[in-house]
Nanobody, 121 residues
Framework: QVQLVESGGGLVQAGGSLRLSCAASGSIFSIYSMGWYRRAPGKQRELVAAITSGGRTNYADSVKGRFTISRDNAKNTVYLQMNSLKPEDTAVYYC???????????????WGKGTLVTVSS
């Protein structure tokens, strides 16, 4: 089995910063990409940022210039540095990994349980 464990959420004032971490463990052969999604109250889940094993990144327009995703391939860990936070960033943030659990296995999506980020105005 594969486990994704997030940490780093919490309450912060607008303009502040938080850093999220997510470590993948268990039966992992190779990870193609890792990333962060979020679901705000009353809204659908959306991509925040993703990074491939080669370091290629993708960001939602709403967070470009404020959030930075990074990855430690040796530790199977992804980070999300969030600066200049806004109240509209309030959401549950979910870690995602697109990986193969075994050699020759199909790539699949795995998800963490989520961590709450609350930005007060």
């Amino acid at each position: 089995q594969v486990q994704l464990v997030e940490s780093g959420g919490g309450l912060v004032q607008a303009g502040g910063s938080l850093r999220l971490s997510c470590a993948a463990s268990g039966s992992i052969f190779s990870i193609y990409s890792m990333g962060w999604y979020r679901r705000a109250p009353g809204k659908q889940r959306e991509l925040v940022a993703a990074i491939t094993s080669g370091g290629r990144t993708n960001y939602a327009d709403s967070v470009k210039g404020r959030f930075t995703i990074s990855r430690d391939n040796a530790k199977n860990t992804v980070y999300l540095q969030m600066n200049s936070l806004k109240p509209e960033d309030t959401a549950v943030y979910y870690c995602n990994a697109f990986l193969a659990a075994q050699a020759m296995a199909v790539l699949m999506d795995y998800w963490g349980k989520g961590t709450l980020v609350t930005v007060s105005s």
